[in-house]
């Protein structure tokens, strides 16, 4: 949504330079220690103690670097001149191609180019559902400026980005910024703050806001032999960008948006008039995979549920249902995390209106047919996230 950010889609395997000139290749290790005993492999900095966590074995080997870039071969031959590698992150192409996509789009520093995409990591212990894979999405963005101006474009990404996550409607009290200690900085950044999230397994990293200097434009410039400085028009003169990177996780977004919005209920059915469970997902309308449910009262009202149905496609993520009872396909949607449900009664034809019952507080409300679109995007703009009835998804 901003003028000063444009896109791009670059290529998953890229030249070696690029990843030896970004530091990849000799720094992107984990250190990993073996059990003689069992022969798991594990990474030493996230062992509580000196015991294989497979049977408590003291027999483990000193440290080992592991690098975890994924290798592959260019063309026929499958020699050492041909190795390449694919992306563990999505952002090294945005600093190789930042002169061409600065000239093409026209921006002026400070802008920023964001790409999203798929990277790859060999990590030897994937878990925690989606949290941790060897496959995964990410989301950057390059932001340039000029040398100096780094610290306050800085805070601002950090506000931004923190706001964002807000605005996905997480509980905020699930939600915090962890500055980095200095002996905790990737050998690239001068000052970086994790956006983090309380997951059941406990407070992890959802994105890393860094400021990297210049390092990365000076570094492939050595490598390439290709200038990237920038040439500011109006002080008239010449500069290596510095950068500042929101780097964002996809799959760790989804997880959490999965874990923040789930709930077990106890309450009164709306028809039977009888106490039950309901699992609720209190996803937001901004992310719901169904923001709109359109109902049948009964299977002979089908014509004119489904034409309202279609009416709203165009606007909404919609779904339409007609089999089995009103409850249960209530229940069914508030299991998905549907906000909003539409039921087209008997009473529909004569008076021109349905009912729309709101997933939190099941509350329902008529409105009239052709009012439908505005009051479902008023209520929407309107949706805040409400407290869990049941525990959710407790630690
Ligand atoms: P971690 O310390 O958890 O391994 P990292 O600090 O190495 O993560 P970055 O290199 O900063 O991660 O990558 C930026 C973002 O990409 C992370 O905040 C995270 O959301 C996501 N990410 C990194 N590695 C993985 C992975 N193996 N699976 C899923 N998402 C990942």
Redesign the pocket.
């Known amino acids: 949504m901003r003028d000063d950010v444009v896109g791009q889609d670059s290529s998953i395997i890229s030249h070696p330079t690029v990843w030896k000139a970004s530091g990849h290749v000799d720094h992107f290790t984990d250190p990993m220690v073996d059990c003689k005993k069992c022969k798991g492999r594990w990474r030493a900095d996230q062992m509580d103690s000196k015991e294989c966590p497979h049977g408590g074995s003291h027999e483990l080997t000193e440290p080992q670097k592991f690098n975890l870039m994924f290798r592959t071969f260019v063309g026929a031959v499958e020699d050492a001149a041909s190795v390449a590698y694919l992306r563990p992150?999505t952002c090294q192409p945005m600093f190789v191609n930042f002169k061409q996509i600065q000239l093409v789009s026209r921006q002026k520093v400070p802008f920023g180019i964001a790409q999203i995409g798929k990277a790859f990591?060999n990590?030897v212990n994937?878990r925690n559902f989606i949290?941790?894979?060897?496959e995964?999405e990410?989301m950057e963005m390059e932001f340039f400026v000029k040398p100096g101006d780094a610290k306050k474009w800085f805070d601002f990404w950090v506000q931004q980005r923190f706001d964002w996550y807000k605005g996905l409607g997480i509980r905020p009290d699930k939600l915090r910024l962890r500055p980095h200690g200095k002996d905790e900085l990737a050998h690239y950044a001068s000052m970086a703050v994790d956006v983090e999230y309380e997951f059941p397994f406990g407070w992890q990293?959802?994105?890393?806001i860094a400021h990297r200097g210049a390092f990365d434009l000076t570094q492939h410039q050595q490598f390439s032999g290709k200038d990237l400085s920038y040439f500011d028009d109006a002080a008239k003169e010449h500069f290596v960008p510095e950068v500042i990177e929101p780097?964002?996780?996809v799959?760790?977004t989804l997880l959490m948006l999965l874990v923040d919005a789930y709930d077990v209920e106890q309450i009164v059915d709306e028809e039977s008039k009888k106490s039950e469970e309901r699992v609720i997902m209190h996803l937001s309308p901004i992310v719901a995979p169904i923001q709109v449910g359109v109902f049948p009262l009964s299977k002979k009202l089908g014509e004119p549920a489904q034409k309202l149905e279609k009416a709203l496609r165009s606007e909404f993520r919609t779904f339409y249902d007609e089999s089995g009872a009103i409850g249960r396909r209530y229940r069914r949607q508030d299991e998905v995390g549907t906000p909003f449900c539409i039921t087209v009664d008997f009473q529909t034809e004569t008076d021109r209106a349905v009912t729309i019952r709101d997933r939190d507080t099941m509350s329902q409300d008529r409105v009239a047919l052709d009012q439908v679109s505005r009051v479902l995007k008023e209520k929407m703009a309107a949706w805040q996230r409400l407290p869990n009835k049941g525990t959710g998804l407790a630690a």
């Open positions: 992150e990591r990590e994937p949290f941790r894979s060897r995964f990410q990293e959802l994105e890393g780097s964002a996780g799959d760790r």
